[in-house]
């Protein structure tokens, strides 16, 4: 049973796909077959500002999973995007391997998820 003499829940290919900026396009072939890609971070204000992205729903996954104690790890699917657009481009790197904008996110909620920085009752689902 997870959570007892050890055992414990992987997250594992976790991801959420982004949309391609034209100066990255070279980098990619194909059509896209995902019509739900969010932008890397939402930019903007407003009703703009809180729409989805891949900087807060990654964000919030790992948090999530942290504050599960029955969790034991968690793994972004991918690092870097698939060069195939009916592929995967939930990486945190463009396929050229330049970090995407929501790259400095997700080493910042690692961070503190390691060193024990995150209030779990601030966390939907992360209990108290």
Avoid: H
């Amino acid at each position: 049973m997870p959570g007892t003499g050890g055992v414990t829940v992987w997250y594992l290919e976790d991801g959420f796909q982004t949309t391609i900026p034209s100066d990255k396009q070279r980098f990619y072939r194909g059509s896209e077959n995902d019509r739900y890609v969010i932008p890397p971070v939402a930019n903007g204000s407003g009703e703009q500002r809180v729409r989805p992205d891949q900087a807060r729903q990654l964000s919030n996954a790992l948090k999530l999973a942290y504050c599960q104690p029955a969790v034991g790890a968690f793994f972004n699917f991918e690092l870097m995007d698939e060069a195939r657009l009916r592929g995967w481009q939930s990486g945190v790197l463009w396929r050229d391997g330049t970090p995407k904008p929501s790259y400095e996110s997700f080493k910042g909620t690692i961070a503190a998820v390691k060193a024990g920085d995150v209030d779990c009752s601030t966390v939907t689902g992360g209990g108290s």
